[in-house]
């Protein structure tokens, strides 16, 4: 089953009378974070939503074991501190999303609840949304270039593809965030090029 692709830059107001409709298709909501400044806006976005409509909303962060102590090295970890890694990235994201809950049991969110996976995340959002019926996944997309940076390759690309359930996708318009996320990309393209034996990024 092919999902909806929603693109949105803001809170929109639902038409007249179409507030029950839309709160009957989206009683629960999935957010998955990173915990980057585009993630978190697109979950400010769905706390606006499920407030106005009454749904309940899950947080879902999706983490994984370092295999490289960091990018600027490419030092790669042995197998046998895998299992302590683990733990430490582990206890890193409970305690982000720890944070993130305080914040919207503080608004008054009642209806909302952390979750943790581990894996590959894209995968992960959804089997999740699949597995457990979720209604609506709102989650965010960088940059100016909105939908045609996400139709290159990203967690969020996949998951409209292949999510069963309508994905809202988030533009994050803050030049601050924008800047970030950025900032993120490249140190990951950096990555992947050292991973490939590219040294300093060059072939």
């Known amino acids: 089953m092919s999902s909806h692709v929603l693109e949105d830059e803001g809170t929109r107001e639902a038409p007249v009378g179409g507030e029950h409709a839309a709160a009957a298709i ?4 999935l957010v998955p974070v990173d915990f980057s400044g585009c993630s978190l ?3 400010d976005h769905a706390v606006s939503l499920a407030q106005r409509l009454g749904s309940s909303i899950d947080v879902l962060h ?3 074991v370092p295999r490289t102590l960091g990018a600027e090295d490419g030092l790669a970890l042995p197998d046998q501190q895998l299992q302590t890694v683990a733990q430490v990235a582990e206890s890193r994201a409970g305690e982000a999303m720890d944070s993130v809950m305080s914040e919207l049991w503080a608004r008054g969110l009642e209806n ?3 979750r943790l996976d581990c894996g590959e995340p894209s995968d992960s959002i959804v089997r999740i949304a699949r597995e457990e019926n979720y209604d609506l996944i709102i989650m ?3 940059g ?3 939908l045609s940076h996400l139709l290159h390759g990203s967690v969020a690309e996949k998951v409209v593809r292949l999510a069963s359930c309508p994905v809202l996708t988030i533009r994050t318009v803050d030049p601050a965030v924008d800047q970030e996320e950025e900032s993120e990309q490249v140190n990951e393209q950096k990555s992947e090029r050292m991973s ?7 072939s």
């Open 62 to 64: 999706i983490w994984a």
């Open 41 to 43: 806006a697109a979950l």
């Open 140 to 142: 965010g997309t960088h």
């Open 144 to 146: 100016h270039t909105g």
């Open 26 to 29: 989206a009683a629960r909501i």
């Open 196 to 202: 490939d034996g590219e040294p300093g990024g060059r």
């Open 112 to 114: 909302a609840r952390g």
